[in-house]
C-alpha cells in the first residue's frame, strides 16, 4: 500500500534519541526527504546518516529548540534546503530518569523539563505554521502534517515525574487547538499525536534496568512487551502519510500494548485483612 510519503520533506527534532532515529530510518525508507535535528548530539546523528545509503537525502541541523530562533533557524533551514516543507514531527523532549515527588523537586528541574518538552514543541510547531503560511498548500492535494510524540504519562499521570507528565498532556491540548487553525493554511493540513508507553529507549534504560519495575508495568498491559521505538516510528508515518491518514486529524494514537492504567502497589503491599474489615465499618464513622 502507497503511503505518499516519497518526496516529502520531513522535519524531524530529537532526531539522535531511540524514537527520532527509528522515525528517520522509516520515513527513509519510504523515500522522504530528511531534515534532522539534534541538540547536543549532532556529531554522532551526521555519522549515522553518512552511513546510510539515504544520505543524499538527508541532512542535519544543531540547535537548542527551547529557544525561538533555534526553531525558526531549523524550518527555514528546511525549506531553504527542500523548497517547503511538507511533514513535521516534533519529537524532542526529555524524561529525567531520577523519580522525585513534587514537594521535593527543584525549580530548575520542572522549568527544563516544561522549556522543553512544551515550550519547544509550541515553537517548533509555530515555527512550522509559518512555513507553511509562505509556501501555501501543495498543487497535488497532499495536505502538511505536524506529528506529536505525548506519553501515557500524559493520560494516566506519572508518580515522581508530574512535570514530564504535565507537558505530555499539554500537548493533547496543543493538538486539539491547531487542528483548527491549520486548516485556515491549508484545508488539508493535519495534526496528530501518538501517545508511546514504556519504550526501549536510551532515555528510559536507566529506569528499565530496575528488575522491580519491568514487572509492575507490564502488570498494567494485556500484550506483555515494551514497545521498540520502530512500533512508535510506524505510528507517526501512518498519521504522516497524505494517503493513509487524509481525513485524521487531532487524534492519539496510544502504542503501549493496551495500557489501562498504572500499577501502583505490589500484593505485599495491600492490607487484604483491614480492606474487608472496612467494609463492614459504620459509614457515618470518620475513622473507620
Known amino acids: 500500500m502507497k503511503s505518499g510519503i516519497r518526496g516529502l520533506s520531513v522535519v524531524i527534532t530529537g532526531a539522535s534519541g531511540g524514537i527520532g532515529w527509528a522515525t528517520a530510518e522509516a520515513f527513509a525508507s519510504e523515500g522522504a526527504n530528511l531534515v534532522l535535528h539534534a541538540h547536543r548530539e549532532l556529531q554522532d546523528l551526521q ?59 527543584e525549580v530548575t528541574r520542572i522549568r527544563e523539563v516544561i522549556d522543553t518538552n512544551l515550550v519547544g514543541v509550541l515553537l517548533g510547531a509555530r515555527a512550522f505554521l509559518r512555513q507553511l503560511q509562505q509556501s501555501g498548500p501543495r498543487e497535488d492535494g497532499y495536505g502538511a502534517s505536524i506529528g506529536l510524540v505525548g506519553s501515557t504519562a500524559g493520560r494516566f499521570g506519572e508518580a515522581d515525574h508530574s512535570a514530564y507528565s504535565v507537558t505530555k498532556a499539554g500537548l493533547c491540548g496543543l493538538m486539539r487547538s491547531l487542528k483548527n487553525e491549520l486548516c485556515r493554511l491549508d484545508p488539508y493540513a493535519r495534526i496528530n499525536l501518538v501517545e508511546p508507553g514504556w519504550t526501549v529507549t536510551p532515555m528510559a534504560r536507566t529506569a528499565l534496568a530496575d528488575p522491580e519495575l519491568v514487572p509492575r508495568v507490564l502488570a498494567t498491559m494485556p500484550l506483555r512487551q515494551l514497545a521498540r521505538p520502530e512500533d512508535i516510528a510506524r505510528a507517526l508515518l501512518f498519521f504522516s502519510s497524505p494517503l493513509l491518514a487524509r481525513h485524521i486529524s487531532g487524534q492519539v494514537l496510544t502504542v503501549a500494548g493496551g495500557m489501562e492504567g498504572r500499577h501502583l502497589w505490589q500484593p505485599d503491599a495491600i492490607d487484604i485483612a483491614s480492606v474487608h474489615s472496612r467494609l463492614d465499618a459504620d459509614p457515618t464513622d470518620p475513622n473507620p
Request: glycine fraction near 8%; aromatic fraction near 8%; charge should be negative.
Open 47 to 105: 555519522r549515522r546518516v553518512d552511513a546510510c545509503d539515504w544520505s543524499d537525502r538527508a541532512f542535519t541541523f544543531a540547535g537548542d529548540l527551547r529557544e525561538e530562533g533555534a526553531n525558526e533557524a531549523l524550518m527555514d533551514a528546511a525549506a531553504g534546503h527542500f523548497g517547503r516543507v511538507d511533514v513535521a514531527i516534533l519529537n524532542a523532549g526529555i524524561w529525567p530518569p531520577e523519580p522525585r515527588p513534587l514537594q521535593q523537586m
